[in-house]
């Protein structure tokens, strides 16, 4: 398989983006950070995604003066708000019910730094969900416990196959990292900033 940089770090839990990255064909550690994703109250969701992925690049000072370093965040809005991750059964079946037979907006900041480099972009995805029964919202949420999924769903599972009439935009960014965009801009920048 063709590895297309020096070995770089993810800053991310999510095991969607390791295994996006992984069939890239990028080597690469995983490293687990925590960070305050509060942001603030006064920014629109773009800005807030944008800010939190930048949060997170900041909290990797110990490993940016080696290492290329990829952070990123992913954020489901609808109009204005913001759907986060729900905290349980309910708020996972609400989350899902306003998602029905509408649209709304996957956007995703990707930081990448080294040393005193950072080259940071967003990428937006539009997702049009089709009208979902309770039968089938109740049957998702209890068999795909989508509670560490931002707007309670993941794409490539069964609510994506059954629920998703059409996207307009990256479906890897739905599943939480562009990978068009992320690919070039990690060649680009290990090749510049080494």
Not at 6 to 28: K, Q, V, Y
Not at 113 to 125: D, R
Request: overall charge negative.
């Amino acid at each position: 398989m063709m590895r297309s940089t020096e070995p770089f770090i993810l800053a991310s839990a999510s095991p969607r983006r390791s295994e996006l990255l992984h069939d890239a064909g990028f080597n690469f550690d995983v490293i687990s950070i925590n960070t305050d994703e509060s942001y603030p109250s006064d920014l629109s969701p773009v800005e807030v995604v944008d800010h939190i992925a930048l949060q997170k690049l900041k909290a990797c000072t110990e490993w940016l003066a080696k290492f290329v370093v990829v952070t990123a965040d992913t954020l489901v809005f609808k109009e204005a708000d913001i759907l986060g991750k729900p905290n349980d059964r309910k708020g996972a079946t609400n989350m899902l019910e306003s998602l029905s037979d509408c649209v709304h907006t996957v956007t995703t900041s990707v930081c990448i730094g080294f040393k005193q480099h950072v080259h940071q972009f967003n990428v937006s995805t539009q997702v049009y969900f089709s009208a979902l029964s309770s039968e089938e919202i109740e049957y998702y949420v209890e068999h795909y416990l989508p509670f560490d999924k931002a707007g309670s769903y993941g794409i490539q599972e069964w609510i994506g196959q059954i629920g998703i009439k059409k996207i307009e935009g990256s479906y890897t960014n739905v599943m939480g990292l562009p990978m068009h965009e992320t690919f070039h801009a990690i060649v680009s920048m290990s090749k510049k900033w080494r």
